[in-house]
């Protein structure tokens, strides 16, 4: 068995969809598997046997030299020489953080044209050998057509994942948002009926899919990618909530409410509760929503053993997510891939989200959080969680069970071996 995976980022700890690839397929050999990936960062994990990126550019380009410089990627030598190689993706990442659905209509177009099956991918993947693909989709729909070419070139089963629901989202209200939606869905119809199985990372997502389609659907979810704690991390007084990860699809708006209610204590009742932030991109609206905001503190994007050293030092974790309607309709049958980390951690984790998206879903059902779904409970929960120790390790307890049940990264990815190799 060897599995060619296909996805947006390389196995890294550094983007989500790497992180939960990387724990996918901690179980596998290096030498069973290879990736084939369009980020221009240059994974410094030596994780399978060999990695091809094609990034945007390299198809930007070969629609005019009708040449595409694809190439085989060496995993970088240390933290500092992979995030050095990635300053561009860091940019681009910069760039279209709010991507709307005509740079993703113009980003098909390109790819479309583009001659990215070249010689030299073909060579790769025939020395390779893969017996099947397994395929990271997203928003974009070219992704998806990459899987069926090659898929088609080489009589490959597809193994597709679904981290995001792209299928059954509201489009964003702009000119082109229906038929950017009409696209992906098309897509969608195309690559889900060729494919052998759909995995996703959500009960509810898999039962959704399963209805709409027809197709064996089984539910993986998300492995941390530490080992789950044998202790709790729960301090005597808890001072400071962390958040970490990105303020996309409006959860800065709710990450915002919780500081205005933070600073309101802190008046109150002459405290110094704090949220502090660890985010890559920060645009003028978010500005903005913070400025008037006194207990919010914003830090730089970290990795590696200083975001692993600053993870397990919090004394409290934050998820969040937003309520208006486009919000709830892009993440509702998802479960958010830090989650895996915060129940393994031992550390309280806060959660604050409508009731009918996935993730805070699967914290209720397992009691594994302090969970809030509504403004009104917001001080009341704050205060639980600042003062009241029994209730907060009583959650972190629940919260390293859940853990062990669902985020197992040894046993998500034995499940994930043992159906590729038993379909």
């Known amino acids: 068995m060897k599995v060619l995976i296909i996805s947006h980022n390389p196995m890294s700890p550094r983007h989500s969809i790497g992180k939960a690839l990387l724990a996918m397929f901690s179980e596998f050999q290096p030498e069973e598997i290879c990736q084939l990936y369009i ?3 240059t994974p410094k994990e ?3 046997s060999s990695f091809f990126r094609i990034t945007d550019k390299n198809a930007l380009k070969g629609v005019f030299t009708r040449k595409v410089a ?15 190689q990635n300053t561009q993706s860091k940019k681009s990442c910069s760039a279209i953080k709010n991507r709307m659905p005509h740079r993703e209509l113009l980003r098909d177009f390109i790819w479309s044209i583009s001659p990215w099956y070249n010689k030299a991918l073909k ?20 992704l998806y057509h990459i899987a069926l070419k090659i898929a088609k070139e080489y009589n490959l089963p597809i193994f597709t994942y679904i981290c995001d629901d792209f299928y059954s989202i509201n489009p964003p209200k702009t000119l082109l948002g229906p038929l950017w939606k009409k696209r992906i869905q098309r897509k969608s119809k195309e690559l889900f009926g060729k494919s052998k199985v759909l ?40 001072k400071t909530i962390r958040y970490f990860g990105k303020l996309t699809i409006n959860r800065y708006k709710s990450i915002a409410e919780i500081g205005r209610v933070i600073d309101e204590m802190n008046q109150e009742e002459k405290t110094d509760y704090s949220l502090e932030i660890y985010c890559s991109d920060i645009w003028d609206e978010v500005k903005r929503e913070f400025e008037n ?9 970290i990795t590696g053993e200083e975001f692993t050293k600053t993870f397990f030092a919090s004394d409290a974790l934050l998820h969040v997510e937003a309520f208006d309607e486009t919000s709830i309709s892009r993440v509702k049958h998802s479960v958010s891939t830090k989650i895996a980390d915060s129940l393994a951690s031992g550390i309280p984790l806060f959660a604050y989200g409508p009731e009918e998206v996935s993730s805070i879903k699967h914290l209720l059902r397992n009691d ?11 001080k009341k929960k704050l205060k639980m969680l600042f003062s009241e120790s029994e209730k907060t390790e009583e959650v972190a307890r629940q919260a390293l069970v859940a853990a062990e049940k669902y985020h197992n990264p040894q046993k998500t990815s034995q499940e994930l071996y043992n159906l590729i190799l038993g379909s």
């Open 39 to 41: 980020n221009g960062y």
């Open 46 to 48: 030596d994780v399978c």
């Open 70 to 84: 694809g190439t085989v990627v060496s995993p970088a030598v240390g933290e500092q020489g992979a995030v050095a």
């Open 123 to 142: 060579a790769w993947i025939e020395k390779e050998k893969p017996t099947c693909i397994f395929v990271a989709i997203g928003s974009g729909k070219f």
């Open 199 to 238: 995995i996703s990372i959500a009960y509810e997502l898999s039962e959704f899919y399963k209805k709409e389609f027809e197709k064996p659907t089984f539910t993986i979810m998300m492995g941390t990618n530490y080992n789950v704690s044998s202790n709790i991390r729960v301090k005597e007084n808890i």
């Open 293 to 301: 905001i006194q207990s919010v503190q914003f830090y730089p994007f």
């Open 368 to 378: 594994c959080g302090i969970v809030v779904t509504s403004k009104e409970d917001l």
